[in-house]
T-cell receptor, first 116, second 112 residues
Framework: EAQVTQNPRYLITVTGKKLTVTCSQN?????MSWYRQDPGLGLRQIYY???????DKGDVPEGYKVSRKEKRNFPLILESPSPNQTSLYFC???????????????FGPGTRLTVL | AQSVAQPEDQVNVAEGNPLTVKCTYSVSGNPYLFWYVQYPNRGLQFLLKYITGDNLVKGSYGFEAEFNKSQTSFHLKKPSALVSDSALYFC??????????FGTGTRLAVRP
């Protein structure tokens, strides 16, 4: 089954304790992206990757890191989480622009993060 | 700045009645517009998109959307609402074909 998986689905942590949220897709997609969803703000892009070893900042990158060493994986790293990073996080993937339907991104189920 | 706006936080409709979820855009050039739906405890799912061509776009689950250039709108519609349509709906646009910029979302509640 074609899917995007995220782990963990739920995480409660404390300020300053490094954490990683994993994202994996099995559709051989070049493009992957991380979003955070906050009430009243919709989804905002954190980072995205056009392909292996190619990453770039989205609209709200502060406090986050990403890496893309393999095509299927795109982990999100919070090196020193703070309470304002409490949010619902989504990973998404799609074919590269020009290679597939424009804008049709496939989303993971979400990771609900609470930073105390 | 380019954006999409969803003026209603919530839309309430009775089952069997037509529904409309509104979206207006402020995007230069030819916008690529989308609707996504989020069911409880699930990720977003693609519903439909407008790239070029017919102003009426048909999508999944019986939904359709009308692109109106003069009113800069892209409202989502369905002729007959189902209770199972209750969800959070997001309008989005893409300028470059990769990044999606989302509206703030509209919660649709369909009562039996």
């Amino acid at each position: 089954e074609a899917q995007v998986t995220q782990n963990p689905r739920y995480l409660i942590t404390v300020t300053g304790k490094k954490l990683t949220v994993t994202c994996s897709q099995n559709m051989n997609h070049e493009y992957m992206s991380w979003y955070r969803q906050d009430p009243g703000l919709g989804l905002r892009q954190i980072y995205y990757s056009m392909n292996v070893e190619v990453t770039d900042k989205g609209d709200v990158p502060e406090g986050y890191k990403v890496s893309r060493k393999e095509k299927r994986n795109f982990p999100l790293i919070l090196e020193s989480p703070s309470p304002n990073q409490t949010s619902l996080y989504f990973c998404a993937s799609s074919l590269a622009p020009g290679r597939g339907p424009r804008g049709e991104q496939f989303f993971g189920p979400g990771t609900r993060l609470t930073v105390l | 700045a380019q954006s999409v706006a969803q003026p209603e936080d919530q839309v309430n409709v009775a089952e069997g009645n037509p529904l409309t979820v509104k979206c207006t855009y402020s995007v230069s050039g030819n916008p690529y517009l989308f609707w996504y739906v989020q069911y409880p405890n699930r990720g977003l799912q693609f519903l439909l998109k407008y790239i070029t061509g017919d102003n009426l776009v048909k999508g999944s689950y019986g939904f359709e959307a009308e692109f109106n250039k003069s009113q800069t709108s892209f409202h989502l519609k369905k002729p007959s609402a189902l209770v199972s349509d209750s969800a959070l709906y997001f309008c989005a646009f893409s300028s470059s074909g990769d990044k999606l910029t989302f509206g703030t979302g509209t919660r649709l509640a369909v009562r039996p």
